[in-house]
Every structure is written in C-alpha cells, then in structure tokens.
C-alpha cells in the first residue's frame, strides 16, 4: 500500500500537547473535498495588506519543510522588497528525495491548503504569478487540474495557479534548478549568487517555499502564531511531517510535533541504524537514535538534522554498507554533471563503496573514499556533493564495524533484498534520454 | 581591500590555464579542476590572479572583494 | 613617373600586407581551435598557446590596417576611407573590396569584445567570438578575387594551404567535440567506466 493511502485511511496522531492534532493531514482525508475544506477551515483569510501577514508568520517562528529550515519571515521579507508585482511565488512538490512522500501525501490529502498558503503567500510579498511546481509522474494521481477551477467558482484565488510539471529527479527541486526549469529551461541547478529571491525565473526575486510550508502558513494565517507555537519546542516551534519507513518494511506518512522523540516515530526494536534526513542526511546508530528527539536542537550536534523528515529504520537483516552503496551509486548518476568535481568524484565514490560493500575490499578504498570526500566538497554550484559527503561520511562511521566484516570476508546482510528506496533509473546508458 | 578568488563551477572546463598562470594561488585537483583557497590574495600576487581572471578561456574565474563575514546561509 | 611609382608601391604593399594578413589570420583560426579543445603544441605551455593566439591576432590586426590604409591612400584605384568599414561602396570592385570591409568589421567586433572580456561577461564574449567564423571565410573570398594574384602561382598554393590548415583544424575540432559527450551523457559514460552502469550492447 503506498504510504499516502495508509496516511488517508489512519492518520498518525503523534502525542502532542494542545494545538488541535492533526494540522496539516484532515481525519478521514477529507481535505481534497474543497465543501470539507471550507468547513473546516473558512475560505482563504487575505489580510489586504501586502506585508501583513509576515510578522505573524515571525512571530510563529514557521521555517521552511523542504530540507533546510529557513526562518520563512526572512525570504517573505527578501522577496517583498521588490517593485509590487515583479515577485513571483513557487510552491516547490517535486519532491526528489526518493525515500521522501510527504508532498506527495499533502497534495493528495489537503491540496486546498497548500493552495491557501501560495495565495497568502503571494500577497504577501506582492507577487503578480503564482506557480505550483509538482512533479510530473504525480499529475495523474492528484486532480490538481480539476481543483484550480473548482476554487475558482467559489472565488478563492486572487492570482491565477499555473503549474509547472518538473522531472522526476533528485535535483529538479534545488531552488536554482527549479527556477531555471519554470523559466523554461533544463531542471538543472545554476550558479549562485544571485539567489533566486533576487533573480529567479524569468530574472525576477522568487520566493520558493516546499508546499508542506505554505500548508502551514495557511494554517498560521488563520489560527494565529500562539496556536502554532503550542506544539513543538520553543526555538523549533510547530509539527512536521514526516516518512516513516519501519524496519519492518512499512512506509507510512505522519505528523508530528518538533520534538517527539524518535523511539516514538520508529520501533527500532529490530534495527541497526536509522537514516534521518534522507538521502543528504546522515545515519544514526539505533541505540544512539533512541536517545533523540525529532529537532535540529539534538540531531545537529550529532552530525544529522530534521531535513525533509525522512526517517528509516535499517533492520538488523541488512548491511548499511550495502544500502549505502546503493544510494551513493544513485546520487551519482544524480548528478547533473555540470561541474567537474562533482562530475568525477561521485561515480568515483560510488564505485569505492561499491568496492567497500563487496567482499574483502582492498584497504586502499578507505583513503580514496577519504580524499575524494574532501576534494567535491563545497566545489560544485550547489549542494549535492556537500549532501553525498555527508552521508557518506555518516556511513563510514556508523557501519564501521561493518567495514571490519566485509573485510574478512563475511557481511550482516541477511537477505539480498534491498531496504532504501532507491529508484531503477537508467541500467544503460541508452536509457538516460 | 582584500580580495578572492573564486570560480564558476559549471562555467570552468578544466583548461587548466590559471593554475599555469597563478600556480602560488591555483592549483589543479586529480581531474584537472582548479583547487582556489578561498584566502585573501597578497598584494604581490594580484597581478598573477587578474591576469588569471582574464586569461581563463571560459570566463570562470572572479576576483571579488571579501565580504564582511562567512559567506550568506545557502537553503537547497 | 615618381608619382606613379609611390602608387604602384604602394599598392604592391596594399597585396603583400594582404597576404600576410590571411596568413596569420589562418593561423590565428587554428591556434584559437587548439585553445577551446584544450589541444597543446609541442613544448608550450597552455599559457603559451592562448598568448599565440592572442599576440598573432593583434600582428594580424596591424598588418590588415597596413592593408586597409595603403588602398586607401595609393591613388591607383579609387578607395575611400569609408568604403574600409562600409561595405559594397567602393568604386573599385564593390563586391570582393566590400567583402573585405565586411570580414574586417567582424574582426573589429571580435578584436574589442576579446579586449574588453573581463568586463562584459561570458556569455556575450563568447557569442561575438563565434564571429570570427564568418570573418575568415569572408576574408578568403576577398582575398582571391580583389585582385588576381592569389588565382596562380605561389600565391594560389599559399592561399590553398592556409584554406586547408583552417578547414583542417576545423574537422579536428569537431571530431573532438563529437568525441566529447553533451553534458547529459556525461554521468552515465563516467558510471560506465567504473563499471556501475552496464554500457548498452553489454551482455
């Protein structure tokens, strides 16, 4: 069952003190129906003021669900200096992270209040387009054709929604990336600076926002800051989602306030390791995991951080060199091989821990593993090869004992069946086109 | 004013022509791609690094004045 | 009769410097092919070879303005100082003289953009430096038909090595950039190599 059914027909309700729990995900998966909606939640509450609707979101302390955890306030504010008009606002769904279906449950589950947030949005930095940028292989399975004109009839929409399709690829939602593709140009990430807020698609300031932020800002708009800062902790205020992959092979999309502690999100009764973050994030032993919350406030000191809310249990019957070697052969051919270190060094990486995962792999992998880490690192014009390092370095680490194994000869894997998603992709290279 | 080095990664082929031309700032990484400290240039090499600038076959290098502090907080 | 012989100097000087000029013009077209592909030449460092390149176009650009300014000024035939920038207006053989006036003001064009490139960005720089593919050819056609001399002789097979050399480097450079993957394919020919994509027509 893909998890954004299993999310529509039992949504999680993770502990959480007052605030009204779920937010984001409609008991029932009623949100879609816009009747249901706008009974639940009123129509889209403009504040009529180009600007208004900032300081509330500051005083929420609402920052971005894409991966990196912004402060919004701050973009708001950068875009909203432009000439009235001139801005243009992105909602961002394409959702490249493989082990990743939390936008891909939200524009299932509550279109309407992503929808909301990218008009509240836009009024709010004084935008004259408003884009919805989805991922392409979704647009049979949401309606969000037939959602636009619905809202239409009840007059919601200020700016019309277009809605741009972008690749099923790792890197088709990097901000950069994104504003070249609906500039009508390739989902490749560009150079930087200028940053999008300044010059983005079509050369104009773009405020991007991951739709699961504009969700919430939908839900600030309307319910106040105070009532946003009732779940979570108080320098990371509010609920996310987040993956669920269970080692028992489950996947499941739920919501859950900042702050709740991993144990309570993953049995990691039966795990080795947990990935946190996605596939840019970084492992976790189990045991370590167990001791942690769901906050940067105590992932980051271990080298890990909330991200996109990817969380996976690696079961005990598998080896984390082997899933790590699949994911590091994945973001390689990710790459969009437009920068030389990033270009060479990846499917170098790649290879080596292909080498590590095997049998008794040569002590020389080590160092190269090592030197070629350092060598991409910061070098490419955006940030998959930082991400890559990063977790590779976090397997290195945490699969240490792992690496002594395969050294010898012997490996934890139980079965050959591989755990992280990780998608086909082109076997040859006549399939890359 | 202090000033850096910095290059374009996706507009740098690896021809390989600053490190030849400013081989105390530059130098060449195993697949030929400029290897650039990101320290303030000395005042005696910013001949060297100009004419690197100006030299690089696909416009790849800059040289920018420092900013005040660490580079702006990128989001992915 | 001195009159007539400072003409006929200098018009002898306005041929000579022309031919030198497609000489090192031809030149100047190979060595800038070798630059973009990365190629080397014996012994010299990069630096040197994009310093070849840049120093033999400016010669070029004096010989070509020794060329321009002894038509102009030898009253033999009548060539205005307008009719060097200004195509097709000259009274003596507008078309073939025009063509020159045309190759000359897209070498003016590359000249300046390539002097000035620090300042007006890649993208532009690039675009007019394209230019020169059409100057070149241009300043062969102006060369074999603005007078006859490079139509026999040592002259014609001057002109033929100079028209090879350049058609020659040409058919490197884009056996080179065919053997060079788009950036697309990229990534799978490197994941290939290393043996983690299976290159099509493996079995």
């Known amino acids: 069952m893909s998890p954004v059914t299993a999310a529509a027909r039992q949504p999680r309700q993770a502990p959480a003190g007052s605030g009204g729990f779920p937010r984001l995900l409609p008991p029932g998966g009623q949100g879609a129906d816009l009747r249901a909606h706008l009974g639940l939640h009123g129509p889209v509450p403009y504040r009529d003021t180009a600007g208004a609707l900032i300081g509330e979101v500051r005083a929420a302390g609402l920052t971005g669900r894409g991966g990196a955890a912004f402060p919004v306030h701050r973009k708001l504010e950068a875009v909203a200096a432009a000439r009235p008009g001139r801005a243009i606002v992105v909602g961002n769904a394409a959702e490249g992270e493989p082990a990743s279906h939390k936008d891909e449950a939200l524009l299932f589950l509550a279109p309407h209040l992503i929808l909301d947030g990218l008009q509240l949005a836009s009024e709010a930095v004084g935008a004259g387009r408003a884009v919805l940028y989805v991922r392409g292989d979704l647009r049979a399975r949401t309606r969000l054709d037939d959602y636009l004109p619905e809202r239409d009839a009840y007059g919601l929409d200020r700016l019309p929604v277009e809605i741009v399709w972008s690749p099923h690829r790792f890197l088709a939602g990097e901000e950069s990336a994104l504003a070249s593709r609906v500039s009508g140009g390739p989902a490749v990430p560009q150079f930087t600076p200028p940053r999008v807020f300044e010059r983005g698609v079509d050369g104009r300031p773009t405020l991007v926002q991951n739709v699961e932020t504009l969700a919430h800002l939908a839900l600030i708009a309307r319910y106040g800051p105070g009532w946003f800062r009732a779940l979570g902790t108080p320098d990371e205020p509010g609920s996310m989602l987040c993956t669920l992959r269970q080692a028992s092979g489950s996947v499941d999309v739920a919501e859950a306030a900042i702050g709740t502690p991993l144990a309570t999100l993953l049995d990691l009764s039966a795990a080795a390791a947990v990935l946190v973050g996605g596939y840019h994030g970084a492992w976790l032993p189990a045991a370590q995991a167990a001791g942690l919350t769901l906050s940067n406030a105590q992932l980051r000191p271990v080298g890990a951080f909330t991200g996109a809310g990817v969380l996976a249990a690696l079961p005990t019957s598998r080896c984390g060199l082997i899933e790590s070697a699949r994911v590091a052969r994945y973001l390689a051919l990710e790459s969009a091989g437009q920068c030389g270190p990033c270009l060479n060094g990846l499917p170098s990486i790649a290879a080596a821990m292909a080498e590590l995962a095997g049998n008794r792999p040569h002590p020389r992998v080590l160092d190269d593993l090592s030197r070629w880490a350092g060598l991409v690192e910061g070098r490419g014009a955006c940030h998959h090869p930082d991400g890559t390092v990063r977790f590779l370095r976090s397997a290195l680490r945490v699969f240490g004992p792992e690496i002594r194994l395969h050294q010898h000869g012997r490996c934890s894997a139980a079965t050959a069946r591989p755990f992280l998603p990780v998608p086909a992709g082109p076997s040859t290279e006549a399939d890359w086109s | 004013m202090p000033t850096k080095l910095s290059v374009n990664p996706i507009a740098c082929s690896g021809h390989g022509m600053c490190a030849e031309l400013a081989p105390e700032l530059i130098s060449l990484d195993e697949w030929g791609y400029p290897l650039i400290s990101g320290q303030p240039v000395p005042p005696g090499l910013v001949r060297d690094a100009k004419r690197a600038v100006t030299d690089c076959p696909a416009l790849a290098l800059r040289l920018t004045p420092m900013p005040d502090r660490a580079g702006a907080e990128k989001t992915r | ?203």
């Open chain 3, 1 to 203: 009769m001195s009159g007539i012989t400072s003409t006929t100097a200098l018009w002898y000087a306005s041929r000579a410097t022309g031919v030198v000029s497609l000489i090192l013009l031809s030149a100047v077209m190979v060595i800038g092919m070798l630059v973009n592909r990365q190629g080397r030449l014996p012994g010299l460092p990069r630096f040197a070879v994009l310093g070849l390149h840049r120093n033999l176009s400016l010669l070029a650009v004096a010989f070509v303005a020794v060329h321009v300014l002894t038509a102009v000024t030898d009253s033999f035939v009548s060539i205005s100082l307008a009719a060097i920038v200004i195509p097709f207006i000259s009274s003596y053989e507008p078309l073939w003289l025009g063509l020159g006036a045309v190759s000359l003001d897209l070498m003016v064009a590359v000249i300046v953009t390539s002097l000035l490139r620090r300042h007006i960005g890649r993208r532009v720089w690039r675009a007019v430096h394209w230019l020169a593919y059409a100057s070149w050819p241009v300043a062969v056609v102006h060369s074999i038909y603005s007078s006859h001399d490079m139509q026999s002789g040592p002259l014609l097979y001057l002109g033929l090595v100079c028209i090879a050399a350049v058609l020659g480097a040409l058919g490197w450079r884009l056996i080179r950039a065919r053997a060079g993957l788009p950036r697309a394919d990229r990534v799978p020919q490197l994941m290939a190599d290393r043996g983690l994509l299976a290159r099509a027509g493996d079995r």
